[in-house]
Nanobody
């Protein structure tokens, strides 16, 4: 199982970025998948997650209404559209998935320590 994330970069406050994460080695449709981030000095947190078999989505409160998660199961890829970015969004972003566990999407997103499969991080920096 491999996950490959891309799309990070430097953006001004108020700007947008789209992250992509392609998974290899399993069928994405069968898995919860999500985006997590870790800022310097802070714990890794769930940002937004997508449930398996159209099992809904979860958004962390601070990104609700600004970020949109979507998946293309045919391409085994999940996306995170990030709009109205601010400095507090600066972090390394990771995608992660599970072993097809029957977890509710919120449980999945709130417990990154349970997740066995992680992609390499992509840096998002919001600065003027």
């Amino acid at each position: 199982v491999q996950l490959q994330a891309s799309g990070g970069g430097l953006v001004q406050p108020g700007g947008s970025l789209r992250l992509s994460c392609t998974v290899y080695g399993f069928t994405l449709e069968n898995h919860n998948i999500g985006w997590f981030r870790q800022a310097p000095g802070k714990e890794r947190e769930g940002v937004s997650c997508s449930g398996r078999y159209d099992g809904g989505t979860y958004y962390e409160d601070s990104v609700e209404g600004r970020f949109t998660i979507s998946r293309d199961n045919a391409k085994n890829t999940v996306y995170l559209q990030m709009d109205h970015l601010n400095a507090e969004d600066t972090a390394v972003y990771y995608c992660a998935t599970d072993d097809a566990l029957p977890l509710a999407v919120s449980t999945f997103c709130l417990n990154p320590h349970l997740l066995p499969h992680w992609g390499g991080g992509t840096q998002v920096t919001v600065s003027s």
